[in-house]
């Protein structure tokens, strides 16, 4: 499989869902739709990067309702 052919895979199951976008701005609040459900923008995404995430327990998590961890 080349990179042309995952592309084209990948627009099949993700898509971006504009909701509204800031006249001033430009800023953007949306839906990130992928496969295993929706995602909605912004948000606060951990990224488990040196350890930062997995240092803390579970129920901390739990306790900020991250939509991406659920």
Aim: charged share 25%; hydrophobic share 35%.
């Amino acid at each position: 499989m080349n990179m042309s052919d995952v592309k084209s895979e990948n627009k099949e199951h993700f898509n971006f869902e504009l909701v509204h976008q800031d006249k001033n701005s430009n800023a953007r609040a949306g839906i990130i739709k992928t496969p295993h459900g929706d995602i909605p923008t912004p948000i606060f995404m951990p990224v488990g990067t040196h350890a930062t995430i997995k240092a803390l327990q579970p129920k901390v998590l739990e306790e900020h309702d991250i939509p991406v961890l659920n």
